[in-house]
């Protein structure tokens, strides 16, 4: 089972950016659909974004359109998620996961389906 690292993170002030790297070792991950999710505290964790395995395909949740764009480098296996105008409202903590199942299908924004995650990578954004 792949291993999953999360970097990147931190603080940033509200309309700042900050990017996320998420780097799986351990086996390829070029089969799967990789995807970020983040979690408030008290709160579920929620899908955030997701890419194909060949990087041409990205989905978003609503409240991340248009500011996020998440890519990944199949060669190094790893996943990014570039965060700008960042809100307030993005505090949470970020975590990466993967899955076999296609991005077209909607259960990949269940954070159920997923049977590991990276460590998680505290995102702070101040107003």
């Known amino acids: 089972q792949a291993q999953l690292v999360v970097s990147g993170g931190g603080l940033a002030q509200a309309g700042g950016s900050l990017r996320l790297s998420c780097t799986a070792s351990?086996?390829?991950?070029?089969?799967?659909?990789m995807s970020w999710f983040r979690q408030a505290p008290g709160q579920e964790r929620k899908f955030v974004a997701a890419v194909s395995r060949s990087g041409g395909t990205a989905e978003y949740a609503d409240f991340v359109k248009g500011r996020f764009t998440i890519s990944r480098d199949s060669a190094k296996n790893t996943m990014y998620l570039e965060m700008n105008s960042l809100k307030p409202e993005d505090t949470a903590v970020y975590y990466c996961?993967?899955?076999?199942?296609?991005?077209?299908?909607?259960?990949?924004?269940?954070?159920?389906?997923?049977?590991?995650w990276g460590q998680g990578a505290q995102v702070t954004v101040s107003s």
């Open positions: 996961s993967s899955t076999l199942l296609q991005i077209s299908q909607p259960a990949i924004r269940n954070w159920k389906i997923y049977g590991s």
């Open positions: 351990g086996r390829t991950l070029a089969l799967n659909t």
